[in-house]
């Protein structure tokens, strides 16, 4: 069965083609599956012999609410989605005054190993496909009646670990007979792949890409994130600086403050040192506390001690809002919780 959904239209195009079918189907089903999002049978000004024909020999991967938390405090909305073959994910809906926007997950759990997320507790699990990517935005959507208009690949899984799919996901979401959210109100989310964001890099897309860094030496953030064994400090802010010169776009690094380990004001000063000069933007992330792990979210305090200390290098650093604090608001926690409830 063909995954028609995470065609490109010139892909649709040769694909209806063999089928017998005039190329200008192509746009008729794109736009059915991306700007509408329905199954075959919605599909009401095709032929009827042609959409039987169209189940017969593809599907669609779509995903499917399996629960949900709203926030009381802020309306987010947490979302745990069941795939097609019985795999569960996680996306967060958050309102903004500039709009809504939606955290993606790319992969059914992850493998990178980070000490801090819950999303890496049982593995990886499979890569998610294009189109189960597009329908995390569409059924979110329809859930809520409300547009997303910025997408950030930051939920479940390691983008640049799935890179061929979310590269194609990224054009698909920016088609214009499709979705059409700009690259520019996108962000991309990595624990520091090097090389594919090097191949990310000469795509030449606005996207903003965010570098999970979360420490400032090999050593402390070997600790935490085990690809720090395969790629220094070094390497990865001398690929950040050249995804900048490529792109034109500035990096934000992403830094989780984790009491009495990463939030030190002798920390922030290293990492000061080693980004000064830049014109990147540092998130900082009072990190969320998960019960497998004994790591806590640093204080406010520590925090805008932080924040003071990068700013006498010039560099411009937030402490996140923490959106949905009173549901499970750490990636994968949603999705743990279910597999536990489900193996009791």
Known sequence: MTDIKSMLPEELSAFVAELGQ?????????????????????????????????????????????AKQVSKIDGTVKYLFKLYDGEYIESVFMRYHHGNTLCISTQAGCRMGCKFCASTLNGLKRNLLPAEMISQI?????????RVTGVVLMGMGEPLDNYDNVLKFLRLVNHPKGLNIGHRHI????????????????????????????????????SIMPIANKYTVSQLLEACRDYEKITGRRTSFEYALISGVTDTK????????????????????????IKERSYVG????????????????????????????????????LRDEHESLVEQ
């Not at 059924?139 to 009646?145: E, I, L, R, S, V």
């Not at 002798?266 to 506390?289: F, M, Q, R, W, Y």
């Open 22 to 66: 005039p190329k200008y189907r192509a746009d008729q089903i794109f736009k059915w599956l991306h700007a509408v999002g329905t199954d075959f049978d919605g599909m009401t000004d095709l032929p009827k012999a042609f959409r039987d024909k169209l189940g017969e020999n593809c599907f669609i991967p779509d995903v499917t609410v399996a």
């Open 138 to 146: 569409q059924d979110a959507q329809k859930d809520t009646g409300e």
């Open 187 to 222: 962000s991309l989310s990595t624990c520091g792949l090097v090389d594919n964001i090097r191949r990310l890099a000469e795509e030449k897309m606005q996207i903003t890409l965010s570098v999970s860094l979360h420490a400032p030496n090999d050593e402390l953030r070997k």
């Open 266 to 289: 002798e920390l922030a000063t290293e990492l000061g040192k080693k980004l000064k000069g830049s014109l990147c933007h540092v998130n900082l992330i009072p990190i969320n506390e």
């Open 298 to 333: 640093a204080s406010r305090a520590a925090a805008d001690a932080f924040v003071k200390v990068l700013s006498t290098f010039g560099i411009t650093a937030t402490v996140r809002r923490k959106l949905g604090s009173d549901i499970s608001a750490a990636c994968g926690q």
